[in-house]
């Protein structure tokens, strides 16, 4: 923003804000659109698979049709039937399109179903909804959601298998016309035949082969131009990071840096951004499966957050995204749910060690004292600097061992990882590294192990990733988060934040005297999950350094979201991915370290 908006002014805007969006948004209207869209759609889809009614009231009318509008009008009915069961998921998120779309296929349905089925009544639905879309048009507003070519993939796979599961339905649903008694295997074949607009080996009587052909045809054709529209279709791209965004931000992080561990991860690039009315503060989020999913708490001045809150409410509504934070701070927490009416759940626990409290001495550190110790006797040395200091050949070799040795296929990571190493405007960043001299040289020379930590204000740092040769001797990442926790003094270092504990409260209240059945049995439950997923596994990595513990919350607008809010956290997070197979993606690779800040293989138990 070029020019700024007084504090006092913004205030007074973000009260109005709260009285105008304290609670839900209302839904009614849409969501009782796309149900009734999905009821239409069910009814011509079994308007075109099933034979018309020969007794129907209208049978008479109908047939001084032309006779060969029969198949034409079955084939409508199928196309217009899926495309509405299609389109009812975005007409219950608002969107324009979806609206647009469906206004243009109720009235061909409507035809479709009075010219093959003669029913009025399917008539008389399609035109009822009709009407209520264009009475309520005011309600579809809503603009696109980002665009993945991996739609079209998916889209050819579902419906494709749709139209074959369907395409079985249509060639068997006229049991009293077909010549002889064909198997499985030869219905199999006729769809299959019928979807690329070609005759199969079923044979009917009288005219019923042009009606099944044409439908088989219309689902094939469906597929197709499904598939080639969301391959080719114009881009309507995710947020990204401007470099002046990035400087903006890099302002606000001088400034108000040091009261959130997670400030500096807003600073990947595959985030948008959106600031406060006068540029103070700042809300980063990235949009996965239609959720808008912002990360930690907002950037910059905490008087100033509810104007940016403000904003990414507003972006969040004008494209019908679920609004959702992902690990932000209570204080964050509190100025969320007070400023948006939106409800709160903890989450987990952040480990977090005061420099000044840390010392390996006590009965509690004897199992990190000596694991160090054994690490240090078989000939292992430890560097801890700054990024800025590293010279470039180094640095090249680092990001390219932190590559190679991810212990996943995707790069992980969103809330708490920056996801690159070496970057010109992260000099400040903390780089521990671990050395074998005396042993066999590797392809990265004496390097085996490496944890990159970015900045948490002046004087602290967040860790980001931990990466091992996994030849090199258990016991790394230890050895290495007591290598920077030593030497934190001298550079000035005085908190270090170490992974992200989920459940820890359970995982810690769960297991000791006096819990009660309810609470062991989630404790089981996230100990069975953690063979899948590091959760317990985490906590005790993180327990062993004897961390303060600050709780860290998820922000979601009603319970029913929290699946969908879930899914698209792990999404984010990379835990579920589309993309190519590593191996396919080796030749293209450019030194880009995984963001996520430890995996299961990577924390190694004492």
Same mark, same amino acid.
């Given at each position: 923003m070029s020019g700024e908006v007084p504090e006092s002014q913004e205030r007074h805007h973000d009260s109005r804000f709260r009285r105008l969006t304290r609670g839900p948004r209302p839904e009614a209207v849409p969501t009782l659109v796309a149900r009734a869209c999905?009821? =239409? #759609?069910?009814?011509n889809v079994a308007a075109g698979v099933f034979p018309r009614f020969r007794h129907s009231r209208v049978h008479a009318i109908a047939e001084v049709l032309p006779g060969?509008?029969?198949?034409?009008?079955?084939?409508?009915? &199928?196309?217009?039937? @899926?495309?509405?069961?299609?389109?009812?998921?975005?007409?219950?998120?608002?969107?324009?399109? *979806?609206?647009? !779309? /469906?206004?243009?296929?109720?009235? !061909?349905?409507?035809? !479709?179903? %009075?010219?093959?089925?003669?029913?009025?009544i399917g008539v008389l639905i399609s035109v009822a909804l009709l009407a209520l879309l264009l009475r309520h048009r005011s309600e579809f507003t809503a603009l696109p959601d980002p665009r993945s070519r991996w739609r079209a993939l998916a889209n050819f796979v579902l419906l494709g298998t749709g139209s074959i599961l369907l395409g079985l339905v249509i060639v068997s649903a006229h049991p009293g016309k077909i010549v002889g008694d064909p198997g499985i295997t030869e219905r199999l074949q006729h769809v299959l035949y019928g979807l690329f607009g070609f005759e199969g080996p079923v044979g009917y009587y009288g005219n019923t082969s042009w009606t099944v052909g044409f439908s088989l045809g219309a689902l094939g054709m469906l597929t197709a131009l499904t598939t080639i529209y969301l391959a080719f279709r114009p881009e309507h791209p995710a947020a990204r990071l401007t470099e002046d965004d990035e400087s903006r931000l890099? *302002? &606000?992080?001088?400034?108000?840096? $040091?009261?959130?561990?997670?400030?500096?991860?807003?600073?990947?690039?595959?985030?948008?951004? =959106?600031?406060?009315?006068?540029?103070?503060?700042?809300?980063?989020?990235?949009?996965?499966?239609?959720?808008?999913? /912002?990360?930690?708490?907002?950037?910059?001045?905490v008087e100033a957050w509810p104007g940016a809150i403000e904003r990414f409410m507003d972006e969040a509504k004008a494209h019908s995204w679920t609004p959702a934070v992902m690990g932000c701070s209570e204080t964050g927490g509190e100025v969320w749910t007070r400023e948006t009416g939106l409800d709160? &759940?903890?989450?987990?626990?952040?480990?977090?060690?005061? =420099?000044?409290?840390?010392?390996?001495?006590?009965?509690?550190? +004897?199992?990190?004292?000596?694991?160090?110790? +054994?690490?240090?006797?078989?000939?292992?040395?430890?560097?801890?600097?700054? @990024?800025?200091?590293? $010279?470039?050949?180094?640095?090249? +070799?680092?990001?390219?061992?932190?590559?190679?040795?991810?212990?996943?296929?995707?790069?992980? #990571? %969103?809330?708490?990882?920056?996801?690159? @190493?070496?970057?010109?405007?992260?000099?400040?960043?903390? @780089?521990?590294?671990?050395?074998? /001299?005396? #042993?066999?040289?590797?392809p990265y020379g004496d390097l085996k192990a490496v944890l990159h930590f970015v900045p948490w204000g002046k004087d602290g740092v967040s860790l980001d990733l931990m990466r091992r040769d996994r030849s090199a001797d258990p016991g790394m990442n230890e050895l290495l988060i007591v290598a920077a926790l030593q030497a934190a003094p001298k550079l000035g270092i005085a908190r270090v934040s170490l992974n992200f504990a989920m459940f820890r409260a359970a995982l810690a209240r769960g297991e000791k005297i006096g819990a009660g059945p309810v609470l062991r049995a989630w404790r089981g439950l996230l100990v069975f999950l953690s063979r899948w997923f590091q959760i317990e596994s985490l906590y005790k990595f993180n327990a062993k350094f004897r961390p303060r513990w600050e709780p860290r919350f998820v922000v979601y607008r009603s319970s029913k979201d929290l699946p969908r809010i879930g899914f698209a956290a792990m999404q984010a997070e990379g835990f579920v991915t589309l993309s190519l197979p590593r191996f396919l993606r080796r030749g293209t690779a450019q030194a880009r370290p995984c963001p996520h800040r430890a995996t299961e293989r990577e924390v190694q138990a004492a």
């Open positions: 999905t009821l =239409v #759609g069910v009814l060969a509008l029969g198949p034409f009008a079955a084939a409508l009915a &199928l196309s217009s039937g @899926i495309l509405l069961l299609l389109l009812a998921h975005g007409l219950r998120r608002h969107k324009r399109r *979806a609206w647009r !779309a /469906a206004v243009v296929l109720l009235p !061909a349905g409507a035809i !479709a179903q %009075f010219a093959y089925r003669h029913s009025v890099r *302002a &606000l992080l001088d400034r108000h840096g $040091g009261r959130d561990s997670l400030g500096h991860f807003a600073l990947r690039r595959d985030k948008g951004v =959106v600031f406060s009315p006068s540029g103070k503060a700042a809300v980063t989020y990235r949009v996965v499966s239609g959720v808008m999913l /912002a990360s930690g708490d907002p950037i910059g001045d709160a &759940l903890e989450l987990g626990d952040e480990a977090v060690v005061d =420099v000044a409290d840390f010392s390996l001495s006590g009965r509690a550190m +004897r199992n990190v004292r000596q694991m160090v110790k +054994r690490i240090e006797r078989n000939g292992y040395e430890t560097r801890v600097r700054r @990024i800025r200091d590293l $010279g470039e050949r180094e640095l090249a +070799r680092i990001q390219q061992a932190a590559e190679d040795w991810r212990g996943t296929d995707t790069e992980r #990571g %969103f809330s708490m990882a920056l996801g690159r @190493i070496g970057d010109p405007g992260d000099g400040d960043c903390l @780089i521990a590294t671990a050395h074998k /001299a005396d #042993g066999e040289p590797g």
